[in-house]
């Protein structure tokens, strides 16, 4: 065979990688829009962490590669290197078409999915326009080859750290440091509102008692990272507002018309069971605590000494 009856084949495969991907994109962009997946979309899309590991192991492996075929121009290794970049094509394009089934059950939403969701499609097709240069190694398209590589090496670990965030939450890598590179790491307030809450007024129960409880067992599935059900507890403002279905969390003064508390007596194995089976659970310490909250009329946070300033600046100039 002629290195010229080589290509079409090739040419071919990149085409309908591509057709797939586009196809599956504008199909689960509808579905999660319109009534949501169905159940095959969503058993499939149970697959991405399992299939996600191929193109990573692969890409990188290319890498190593090139590294090593820029110093020692051995046509076995380019060989080899060819080889690996067909298969990271093939994995990533199933990655992602599965990472997109994934998406359109709406468990994932939220600016840390996003970008998992862009740069992960990014890499994709970036692993098409790699293939497409290596094809057209002999002319000037070629030269596109090894600077389009580094950027993807870079996609690649950007999406990876998102993607790791969303499962293990975005302190799961620093969790265990050592106190002082954990320091380092870790991400410093964003907002104003966080860091008004070090200012904790003496009777702040919200901020003392209950929301520990929620960052405790409820923050891994409802917040900055994950809101599953668009639901989040990350703030008082948020606790309040209806996720999905639509029933109101928090009716103060009445724990027993308040769906958060419904769900947090229902037993460890009932459907609905907040935190889900298997999830570490508040002992019923914890829930009582909540409960008679809510009874007391679920106060907010109490101002801090600085919105109390804000406030009554604001009073007096009206
Ligand atoms: C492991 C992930 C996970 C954890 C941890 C978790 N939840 Fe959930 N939560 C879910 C899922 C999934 C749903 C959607 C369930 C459904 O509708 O079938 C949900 C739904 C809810 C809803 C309903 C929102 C709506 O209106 O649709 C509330 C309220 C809720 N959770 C509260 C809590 C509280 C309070 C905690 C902590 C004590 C908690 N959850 C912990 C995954 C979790």
Redesign the pocket.
Known sequence: MTKQDFLIPCWLGLICASCVLGTTFLWTDGLSAEAGATSWVQFLGRFHPLTLHLPIGLFSGLCLLEAVYFFKRNPGIRLAADLLLSLTVLSAIVAACLGLFLFANG?YTGPTADRHKWLGLGFAVGTILLAAAQLQRDRAAGKAYLPLLVVLLAVMSLAGHFGGSLTHGSSYLTEYAPAWLKQHLEAQPEEPEQQAAAVVEEDDFYRHTIDP??QQ??????GPD?Q????R?DSYEYLLL??????T?IVPGEPHNS??VQ??WLHESH??A???E?????SADEILT?THWVANGARGPAESAVEKQAREAHEQAQ
């Open positions: 468990d409880i929620l067992y409820c923050i891994k599935c409802h994950k599953k059900s668009d639901y507890v209806a996720g999905k279905n639509e029933e969390p769906y958060l769900l947090l459907d609905m907040m935190p889900p298997g999830k570490p659970r508040p909540i």
